[in-house]
C-alpha cells in the first residue's frame, strides 16, 4: 500500500514538472528564433562551474525538474537585460563551493543564439555572453567574486 502511494505522489510531482505557466521567453524547438542559454563545464569530478539564466527582461526563467543548465530558451530579439546565476565547485584547497549572481545587458539580433560562459580561476570568475556562430563575445566580460554556499 505504501509503495503504491509513494509511486503516486512520484507520478505527480514527475506530471507536474511538464505544466509549466507559459512565459514570453518559451523554450522550444524554433529554428532561426532568437535564444539564450546557460553552460557547464567540469574539469574533474570535483571541479566545475555552471550559469544558469534567472531572467530575461525581469521574467524568471522556468526550469523543469529534468532541465539541465544549457536549457534553451526563446528570446524577443532587441535590447534585453539578463541576470545569471554561478555556481562553482574548485576542489581540494579551492575557495569554492561557491555562487553569485550577475546582471548583463545585450543587443539581441533576430534568429541569433547565444550562451553564458565563464572561465574560473580559483574563487575568482570572469563572465560573458557569446554569440553561439561566432564563439565570440558579444557583453562585456564582467569579474565575479562568488561567495560560499
Known amino acids: 500500500?505504501?509503495?503504491?502511494?509513494?509511486?503516486?505522489?512520484?507520478?505527480?510531482?514527475?506530471?507536474?514538472?511538464c505544466a509549466s505557466a507559459p512565459t514570453n521567453t518559451e523554450s522550444g524547438?524554433?529554428?532561426?528564433?532568437?535564444?539564450?542559454?546557460?553552460?557547464f563545464e567540469q574539469e574533474s569530478p570535483i571541479t566545475w562551474h555552471?550559469?544558469?539564466?534567472l531572467s530575461v527582461d525581469g521574467t524568471l526563467m522556468d526550469y523543469g525538474i529534468f532541465d539541465g543548465f544549457g536549457k534553451?530558451?526563446?528570446?524577443?530579439?532587441?535590447?534585453?537585460?539578463?541576470?545569471?546565476?554561478?555556481?562553482a565547485n574548485g576542489g581540494?584547497?579551492?575557495?569554492?563551493?561557491?555562487?553569485?549572481?550577475?546582471r548583463f545587458k545585450l543587443v539581441?539580433?533576430?534568429?541569433?543564439?547565444?550562451r553564458v560562459?565563464?572561465?574560473?580561476?580559483d574563487d575568482k570568475a570572469k563572465l560573458w555572453i557569446?554569440?553561439?556562430?561566432?564563439?565570440?563575445p558579444v557583453t562585456e566580460i564582467k569579474n565575479l567574486r562568488p561567495r560560499g554556499r
Open 72 to 87: 534553451t530558451f526563446v528570446i524577443s530579439p532587441g535590447d534585453s537585460r539578463i541576470s545569471v546565476e554561478l555556481e
Open 130 to 136: 557569446e554569440d553561439l556562430a561566432t564563439n565570440e
Open 50 to 53: 555552471h550559469i544558469k539564466v
Open 117 to 121: 560562459r565563464a572561465e574560473m580561476d
Open 92 to 102: 581540494f584547497g579551492s575557495a569554492c563551493p561557491c555562487k553569485g549572481i550577475e
Open 108 to 114: 539581441t539580433e533576430p534568429g541569433h543564439a547565444y
Open 29 to 39: 524547438e524554433f529554428k532561426n528564433a532568437t535564444s539564450i542559454q546557460g553552460s
Open 1 to 17: 500500500m505504501l509503495a503504491r502511494v509513494l509511486f503516486s505522489c512520484l507520478f505527480l510531482l514527475a506530471l507536474s514538472a
